[in-house]
């Protein structure tokens, strides 16, 4: 049974596919259940963490995107939110504006500003993600970039290397979760 998100990545993945905004063959995968794995979890990430990796990885493969836009999108994650789905940003942790002085609006797993879709699309994370891969899929050559540059090419944030810290747990988070049908 698809839960609402689920219909929504379903449907768009049959608009973006045909259009080939993906460029990746897309990976047949099935998620293992996050809820199976010991209490340590898969490189320190655990629970509701992988659970929300899970649904990064289920939307990306809905999208078209195989491995390597799964790991790239659990990197993200990681490096926004540590896979935590959060209602708010880094103007509430630490004050950080955006370059014209304006607050920053950052909520979710990819702390997205306001400018990618309202508070609820930001919030539920199948959709959040969906936002993502839409504007991945739209970064010329993103597969032969460094991840972390092309992350930064979407997040659009500070320091363009600062995701490569979490290349290698996310890709031990996506082949942890990824199981061959």
């Known amino acids: 049974m698809l839960s609402a998100a689920g219909v929504i990545v379903v449907a768009l993945a049959a608009v973006l596919v045909p259009l080939g905004l993906a460029h ?4 047949a995968i099935c998620i293992t259940d ?5 209490e340590s979890g898969v490189a320190g990430w655990q629970g509701e963490q992988l659970e929300n990796a899970a649904t990064i990885m289920q939307t990306a493969t809905a999208l078209g995107f195989g491995r390597d836009g799964q790991i790239l999108g659990v990197m993200t994650a990681m490096g926004e939110s540590s896979l935590n789905n959060i209602d708010y ?3 509430e942790t630490i004050g ?7 607050r920053t609006t950052s909520i979710g797993l990819f702390q997205q500003q306001h400018w990618w879709g309202s508070a609820e699309q930001r919030m539920d994370p199948a959709t959040a993600a969906t936002l993502f891969y839409e504007r991945l899929a739209r970064v010329p050559d993103w597969q032969t970039m460094d991840p972390s540059l092309a992350i ?5 944030n500070v320091d363009p290397t600062y995701y490569t810290r979490y290349a290698a747990d996310a890709a031990a988070v996506v082949d942890a979760l990824s199981a061959p049908c």
């Open 24 to 27: 990746e063959k897309p990976l």
């Open 34 to 38: 996050p809820t199976t794995f010991p």
């Open 89 to 91: 940003g880094d103007w």
């Open 96 to 102: 950080f504006t955006n370059p014209d002085g304006s």
């Open 152 to 156: 930064h090419r979407v997040q659009i």
